[in-house]
């Protein structure tokens, strides 16, 4: 079942990850809204099953390159 996470990154050159699962999108928001501060990026939420896919689609969203969960059958 997914979950929602949202990603992380320290300013300016940390590793960037997720955090969650929360269960819903509201939560996730509340999570997002908490951790935002001058030190850190902030992903808009976004889902996956498991951490490592998480970690994986959060590094995407903060530092690009091409979706983690791309692939030559099925792009997302």
Do not use: C
């Not at 990154?9 to 969650?20: R, T, V, Y």
């Not at 690009?64 to 692939?71: A, D, L, Q, R, S």
């Amino acid at each position: 079942m997914l979950k929602y996470w949202i990603g992380i990154k320290a300013k300016p050159d940390g590793m960037s990850f997720a955090i969650g699962p929360y269960n819903s999108a509201d939560e996730a928001n509340l999570a997002r809204n908490n951790e935002k501060a001058n030190d850190l990026d902030v992903s808009v939420w976004f889902t996956a099953e498991k951490q490592e896919d998480a970690d994986k689609i959060a590094k995407w969203h903060l530092e690009g390159g091409t979706h983690p969960m791309h692939n030559e059958e099925k792009s997302i």
